[in-house]
């Protein structure tokens, strides 16, 4: 049986079904993604239930931005500078505070909603499209790192949100054809363009990804082969810039990082995970038996279980080097590619068809039952412990009885238990209510008037001092010092260092650990003051401890720190 033309049916009511209308869609998927905005932003604290260190390390990275520094250059990081500079632009909005960090998402949001509208236009009808878009905006929005509960209300590792968002945009325009062809290739060249581009200054293994979809459409997807000159150019383009002198340094970053031991090569690790959430995956894998199916009965063109394949395979890749075991969001636009399929071959009126788009459903259910759980619980501030002062004043994390600090401080834990860093495998020790009570304590120390103003650096994963306390950021360490990160030269690292501190209860022990063996040495002959208190080891250049007569304000080190610390443009 012979297949439809590439273009469609031709049949009038399949027409005005296809042309889905800009007002229509704008309507049906802006008032749900409106409504998901105001749940996120309307609240007066910014709750963070778990990873909180990873939240303020986006602080800490739009603070370099702001101070002037330069990523990759002045401070290192394998993740793209994009993730930093949308916070940035929140400083610039409502300043330097953590609701700066949600103003970023809002950015995402709208250049999704715009992205997701103009490919979902092309290709698919009002219902399916405002499915789509809403999917594609509620991921960026929703509190919780893909493949975490919902309830995790966590802002950690946001870049992967917003990655796995662009890639599904991105396998829509290549894998589902469009149906109005006149004029209009051109919006899916740039949209794509743009999408990939922002997949390279987000993380590099989305950008990964990204090219592999365009790669694999060139071969398989003839709405992309007829503008072939057109792909090809900006493919190159893409590619050229991502090689260009000015992006060397986050390339070498890219590289120490891997060097360091970021890849994820182990296949056993990978196998694990799978198959500990096979069940997960098994609506993915039936969607390409079903397409393989098709095929083989003539039913839909070999190009349809072969970019099954492909978005399934690419998917997995940039999960297997992700910090997340579970969720494959790329693999929604299978039941889209499906729909598309089905109903050129079928029409309109199949009742399979309301039966594919239960998988966006639910992948929208989940959003929105985060986003309301974490309205709920940022309005319960009798359940939440608020950071009052500093510059991170409206980060709140759930309150809890006195743990693993507070026995300490009483004296009832065993010698043992200060062991705990040398622990051969990596975890995160501190819970979010312990983390932040360390922070909090040790800024209270740094901005008491008896340590000079000036660089402080963290043998810990995250730097969230500068921030806190409206300092300077010094230069030349690693934004984040977690599992393969690569360790700093001493000179560089400590080069604008006044205080070094030193946790006694760090988020990443091995990392700690492995940094007091390394700058022993170099710490003992440039750093002479020491202070000891119930959370930190606190050592201070003698230049940083400038004398204090009583009553007196704090004053900087001398002339040339002054010039250094003045307080950036905001």
Same mark, same amino acid.
């Given at each position: 049986m012979?297949l439809?033309?590439?273009?469609?049916?031709a049949?009038s009511?399949?027409?005005?079904e296809i042309?889905?209308s800009p007002a229509?869609?704008?309507l049906l998927?802006?008032?749900?993604?409106?409504?998901?905005?105001?749940?996120l932003l309307s609240p007066a604290l910014?709750?963070s239930r778990?990873?909180?260190?990873?939240?303020?390390y986006n602080?800490?990275?739009?603070?370099?931005l702001?101070?002037?520094h330069?990523a990759?250059v002045?401070?290192?990081?394998?993740?793209?500078?994009?993730n930093?500079i949308?916070?940035l632009?929140g400083?610039e909005l409502?300043?330097?505070t953590?609701f700066a960090?949600?103003?970023g998402?809002?950015i995402v949001?709208?250049g999704?909603?715009a992205?997701?509208?103009l490919a979902a236009l092309?290709?698919l009808p009002?219902?399916p499209?405002a499915?789509?878009v809403i999917f594609?905006?509620?991921?960026?929005l929703?509190?919780a790192?893909?493949?975490?509960k919902p309830?995790?209300y966590s802002f950690?590792?946001s870049y992967?949100?917003y990655?796995?968002?662009?890639?599904?945009?991105?396998a829509l325009i290549?894998?589902?054809?469009p149906?109005?062809?006149?004029?209009?290739?051109?919006?899916?060249?740039?949209?794509?363009g743009?999408?990939?581009v922002?997949?390279f200054?987000?993380?590099?293994?989305?950008?990964?990804?990204?090219?592999?979809f365009v790669?694999l459409a060139i071969l398989i997807?003839?709405?992309?082969?007829?503008?072939?000159?057109?792909?090809?150019?900006?493919?190159?383009l893409?590619?050229?810039?991502a090689m260009?002198?000015?992006?060397?340094p986050y390339? !070498?970053d890219i590289l120490h990082a891997a #060097?360091? +031991? $970021?890849v994820?090569? @182990?296949?056993?690790?990978?196998?694990? *995970?799978?198959f500990a959430?096979?069940?997960?995956?098994?609506p993915y894998a039936?969607g390409l038996?079903?397409a393989?199916?098709m095929?083989?009965?003539g039913?839909?063109p070999?190009?349809?279980p072969l970019?099954?394949?492909?978005?399934?395979?690419?998917g997995a890749?940039?999960l297997?080097?992700n910090?997340?075991?579970?969720g494959?969001?790329v693999g929604i636009?299978?039941?889209?590619?499906?729909?598309?399929?089905?109903?050129?071959r079928?029409g309109?009126?199949?009742?399979v068809?309301?039966? !594919?788009?239960?998988?966006?459903?639910? #992948?929208? +259910? $989940?959003?929105?039952f @985060?986003l309301a759980?974490?309205?709920? *619980?940022?309005?319960r501030?009798?359940l939440?412990q608020?950071?009052?002062?500093t510059?991170l004043?409206?980060l709140?994390v759930p309150a809890?009885?006195?743990?693993?600090l507070?026995a300490?401080?009483?004296?009832?834990?065993?010698?043992?238990?200060?062991?705990w860093?040398?622990?051969?495998q990596p975890?995160f020790?501190?819970?979010?209510?312990?983390?932040?009570?360390?922070?909090?304590?040790?800024a209270?120390?740094l901005?008491?008037?008896?340590?000079c103003?000036?660089g402080?650096?963290?043998?810990?994963?995250v730097?969230?001092?500068p921030?806190?306390l409206?300092w300077p950021?010094p230069?030349?360490g690693?934004?984040?010092?977690?599992?393969?990160?690569?360790?700093q030269p001493a000179?560089?690292?400590?080069a604008q260092?006044?205080?070094?501190l030193?946790p006694?209860?760090?988020t990443?022990g091995?990392?700690t650990?492995r940094?007091?063996?390394?700058?022993?040495?170099?710490?003992a002959?440039?750093f002479?003051?020491?202070e000891?208190?119930?959370s930190?080891?606190v050592?201070?250049?003698?230049?940083?401890i400038?004398?204090?007569p009583?009553g007196?304000r704090q004053v900087?080190?001398d002339?040339d720190?002054?010039s250094?610390?003045?307080?950036?443009p905001?």
């Amino acid at each position: 049986m012979a297949l439809p033309a590439e273009g469609g049916l031709a049949d009038s009511k399949l027409q005005s079904e296809i042309y889905t209308s800009p007002a229509n869609l704008a309507l049906l998927a802006g008032v749900p993604v409106l409504v998901a905005l105001w749940a996120l932003l309307s609240p007066a604290l910014v709750l963070s239930r778990e990873m909180t260190w990873d939240f303020v390390y986006n602080l800490s990275g739009a603070w370099h931005l702001l101070y002037g520094h330069v990523a990759h250059v002045d401070f290192h990081e394998p993740v793209g500078q994009l993730n930093f500079i949308l916070t940035l632009l929140g400083f610039e909005l409502v300043g330097p505070t953590p609701f700066a960090f949600l103003v970023g998402v809002a950015i995402v949001t709208a250049g999704v909603f715009a992205s997701a509208s103009l490919a979902a236009l092309r290709r698919l009808p009002v219902l399916p499209a405002a499915l789509f878009v809403i999917f594609a905006s509620l991921l960026v929005l929703m509190p919780a790192n893909v493949g975490d509960k919902p309830n995790a209300y966590s802002f950690a590792m946001s870049y992967n949100r917003y990655g796995w968002s662009l890639l599904s945009i991105l396998a829509l325009i290549l894998f589902v054809p469009p149906r109005n062809r006149v004029a209009g290739d051109w919006i899916d060249v740039a949209n794509a363009g743009l999408l990939v581009v922002a997949l390279f200054y987000l993380k590099v293994t989305y950008f990964a990804g990204g090219l592999a979809f365009v790669g694999l459409a060139i071969l398989i997807s003839p709405h992309v082969r007829a503008r072939l000159p057109a792909w090809l150019a900006i493919g190159g383009l893409i590619v050229a810039n991502a090689m260009a002198p000015w992006n060397h340094p986050y390339l !070498l970053d890219i590289l120490h990082a891997a #060097a360091a +031991g $970021a890849v994820r090569n @182990s296949l056993s690790f990978h196998l694990n *995970n799978f198959f500990a959430n096979a069940e997960g995956y098994a609506p993915y894998a039936a969607g390409l038996v079903v397409a393989v199916w098709m095929w083989a009965y003539g039913m839909v063109p070999m190009r349809t279980p072969l970019a099954i394949a492909g978005i399934l395979a690419i998917g997995a890749f940039v999960l297997s080097q992700n910090h997340q075991t579970y969720g494959l969001p790329v693999g929604i636009v299978i039941a889209f590619l499906l729909y598309d399929q089905i109903r050129e071959r079928f029409g309109p009126a199949t009742p399979v068809l309301p039966m !594919l788009m239960v998988f966006p459903l639910f #992948a929208i +259910g $989940a959003s929105a039952f @985060s986003l309301a759980g974490y309205h709920a *619980n940022a309005g319960r501030e009798g359940l939440l412990q608020v950071v009052e002062r500093t510059q991170l004043k409206g980060l709140a994390v759930p309150a809890e009885r006195p743990g693993l600090l507070a026995a300490f401080a009483d004296g009832q834990l065993g010698p043992a238990l200060l062991n705990w860093s040398r622990a051969a495998q990596p975890r995160f020790e501190l819970s979010p209510a312990e983390y932040i009570e360390t922070i909090v304590e040790a800024a209270a120390l740094l901005g008491d008037g008896r340590h000079c103003r000036g660089g402080v650096v963290v043998l810990d994963q995250v730097n969230p001092f500068p921030f806190m306390l409206g300092w300077p950021p010094p230069r030349g360490g690693n934004l984040w010092s977690g599992p393969g990160a690569p360790v700093q030269p001493a000179g560089e690292f400590f080069a604008q260092a006044d205080h070094v501190l030193i946790p006694k209860f760090s988020t990443y022990g091995a990392w700690t650990e492995r940094a007091r063996l390394e700058y022993s040495a170099y710490l003992a002959q440039n750093f002479r003051a020491h202070e000891e208190t119930q959370s930190w080891i606190v050592l201070s250049r003698e230049r940083a401890i400038p004398p204090r007569p009583d009553g007196a304000r704090q004053v900087p080190c001398d002339m040339d720190r002054a010039s250094q610390i003045a307080s950036p443009p905001l």
